[in-house]
Every structure is written in structure tokens, then in C-alpha cells.
């Protein structure tokens, strides 16, 4: 098996770069706010939860060749959120069959573009490495990261159902030449 660390991505205001065992503190802080447990299925993430989550992220690049990357505002080097794909081999009906897209900014993150800015970043590696379509799930209620898949070219498919609860599935087809 070879190795693999991401790439690091760089747009006009932010640094997307492998995650690190450094990175904990500030990824359990992001997963500490009420809008991010609200995403997790109403549940506050432990510590051994979220340090599963980072092991999850570093791991991903070296067994499957993508995965996540920490997102840094580049002017203060403040860590603002994580953005990338994974292979979850979720619980999910019906079964996810391409590389799930993800996303979160911390609160401070917000409101300045950062989210397009990054999923841009990370679509375009996307379309030039992975050379496949790329799926994402997202709870109905989250019009801000609906909003944004349908931006960047995500199309509704279908419900699906995941920890008792019904979500709507995207698919972002390859783009055309």
C-alpha cells in the first residue's frame, strides 16, 4: 500500500492542508457548538469521538487516497473548519456507492464565502483525481449547505434514510469536458 498525505489546496483567503494529530484541540472545539451537534444527530460528540473523527480524516488519505483537509483562514492561520471526502461505509439505506462530500466551518468561518471558496478548492481536485461523481447527504433543515451542494451542481436523487432519520441525497455527476 502506498502512503498517501492530501495535497494541499490553496485559494484566494484559505490553506486546505492534511490534518494533523495537532489538529484535535481545534477540531473538538468545532465540534463542540450546538450547530454542529445538531448535524451529529443531536449529539454532542465526546472527546473520543472526535478523536476518532481526526484519525478517521488522517486515515482516509493513506487507505483510499482522498479524504479531508483542515481549512485555514490564511491571514490569521485560524483553523475555520474541515472540508473533503470519505468512504463511511455508512449504516445508510439505500447504500452510498460513490465518495461522500463533506463540510463544516466553525461559526467564525461564516458569512465571509469561505464555505464556496473551499468546496470549490476541493471539487476541483475532485474532478481531476477521483474522476467520479461525488455524493453528499444533508439533513432537509440545513438550507445553508443545501443551498451550497445545489451551487456547485449537486442534484437531489432521492431520501434516504440514516440514524432514524431521513435525509436527502445529492449526487454531483462527473463534470463534462
Not at 433543515?141 to 437531489?156: D, H, K, P, T, V
Request: hydrophobic share 40%.
Amino acid at each position: 500500500m502506498v502512503i498517501q498525505q492530501a495535497p494541499q489546496l490553496e485559494t484566494e483567503r484559505l490553506v486546505l492542508k492534511q490534518f494533523t494529530l495537532d489538529d484535535f484541540s481545534a477540531l473538538k472545539a468545532s465540534w463542540a457548538t450546538p450547530e454542529m451537534a445538531k448535524i451529529n444527530g443531536g449529539e454532542n460528540p465526546t472527546a473520543e469521538m472526535v478523536w476518532t473523527r481526526l484519525l478517521r480524516y488522517i486515515g482516509h488519505w493513506q487507505a483510499l487516497g482522498y479524504g479531508y483537509w483542515a481549512v485555514f483562514e490564511k491571514a490569521t492561520n485560524l483553523y475555520v473548519g474541515s472540508f473533503g471526502f470519505q468512504d463511511a461505509h455508512r449504516d445508510i439505506t439505500p447504500a452510498l456507492t460513490c465518495p461522500e462530500a463533506g463540510w463544516t466551518l466553525i461559526a467564525e468561518g461564516r458569512g465571509k464565502g469561505y464555505a464556496a471558496e473551499a468546496l470549490a478548492a476541493i471539487l476541483q481536485w475532485a474532478d481531476k483525481t477521483l474522476a467520479s461523481q461525488v455524493c453528499c447527504i444533508i439533513d432537509e433543515e440545513n438550507q445553508r449547505s443545501n443551498y451550497l451542494a445545489g451551487r456547485f451542481g449537486f442534484q437531489f436523487q432521492n431520501y434516504v434514510h440514516y440514524r432514524g432519520r431521513q435525509v436527502r441525497l445529492l449526487i454531483r455527476p462527473l463534470p463534462t469536458s
